[in-house]
């Protein structure tokens, strides 16, 4: 089968192309810059606005993974247009192209859509996917880490001195990256027939992990122990209010994740939990993170 990526040049992406590579799965992914050539994937240029790129990367293919969006934008609108109004221009594509296959990737900020801008334009997403009449299936993956990432690098280069300021006290659910691109292949090539509509996939750890868990785990695989205090929320959102004020539209630690990053369970339902006939986490937390840890040591971003 051939399936089309959105979103094949960022992290989650480049981890599904390399396991599609492994499997032999041809590809076609939307990029926005020119690619180098990569054995059986065709870049189709263009990005979710255009409709001919669209067009063009769903024509003659089994299932489309969905995985491009805005994590990070200076207002609604930002979050409008990147996810929902995206999303929306892959189902138009899909359904003129009569391709049926979806699988979208969404975020547990879809659970909380008055918390953040972010969880509204996830939640709208998905609103979009459900009443495409696509054969569908939303995956709602946790934290996810694994080389390459840089949301979570923040927190290794801080363990790397020792001292790792975490939100306030809550429990996260966690997944590599390998084990979350494996699943969205394996579910490109199922039907949704029997299977949840939505799921919420993790590492396999009942409960997730406490954000101080998480800040020692991470310091072990730096091979240091570390002091992890809890910031309390006030302290979080005057951190992102200034740096609103310093670094503008970017500005990383915005109020609006801060609101996200403060919010107390941001663990995998169990209800929503992949069968295990379909699929098992394989990446153990503690070792993928060790494995993290040295590939940012061997690339030189830590």
């Known amino acids: 089968m051939t399936i089309a990526i959105t979103g094949g040049t960022g992290f989650v992406g480049q981890a599904v192309l390399d396991e599609a590579t492994g499997r032999g799965v041809p590809i076609k992914a939307l990029t926005r810059r020119d690619q180098a050539e990569r054995a059986g994937v065709t870049w189709i240029k263009g990005d979710l606005s255009n409709a001919d790129a669209l067009a063009s990367i769903v024509r003659d293919v089994d299932a489309v993974i969905h995985i491009a969006g805005v994590v990070n934008a200076p207002d609604a609108a930002g979050f409008v247009e990147g996810n929902v109004t995206g999303t929306g221009n892959v189902v138009a594509a899909m359904q003129a192209q009569g391709v049926r296959r979806l699988v979208h990737v969404s975020s547990l900020a879809a659970r909380e859509p008055g918390l953040s801008l972010y969880g509204k334009s996830k939640h709208g997403a998905e609103q979009v996917v459900e009443g495409s009449g696509l054969d569908w299936t939303?995956?709602?993956?946790?934290?996810?880490?694994g080389p390459r990432d840089t949301e979570i690098?923040?927190?290794?280069?801080?363990?790397?001195?020792?001292?790792?300021?975490?939100?306030?006290?809550?429990?996260?659910?966690?997944?590599?990256?390998?084990?979350?691109?494996?699943?969205?292949l394996i579910l490109a090539a199922n039907t949704a027939d029997g299977q949840p509509r939505v799921m919420e996939p993790d590492d396999g750890r009942q409960g997730g992990w406490s954000h101080t868990e998480m800040a020692k785990a991470i310091g072990v695989a730096m091979g240091r122990r570390v002091w992890a205090p809890n910031v309390p929320r006030s302290v979080l959102m005057g951190a992102a209010k200034v740096d609103r004020l310093l670094r503008g539209a970017k500005a990383?630690?915005?109020?609006?994740?801060?609101?996200?990053?403060?919010?107390?369970?941001?663990?995998?339902?169990?209800?929503?939990?992949?069968?295990?006939?379909?699929?098992?986490?394989?990446?153990?937390?503690?070792?993928g993170l060790a494995e993290t840890a040295r590939w940012y040591r061997q690339n030189g971003w830590i």
């Open 138 to 145: 939303i995956v709602r993956p946790p934290a996810v880490y």
């Open 252 to 287: 990383k630690l915005t109020p609006d994740r801060a609101r996200y990053m403060a919010h107390p369970d941001w663990t995998s339902s169990a209800d929503k939990a992949v069968p295990a006939n379909l699929w098992t986490p394989q990446v153990d937390t503690r070792q």
């Open 153 to 184: 690098l923040d927190v290794f280069r801080a363990a790397k001195w020792g001292v790792v300021p975490m939100p306030p006290q809550g429990r996260a659910s966690m997944i590599h990256v390998s084990d979350l691109a494996r699943l969205l």
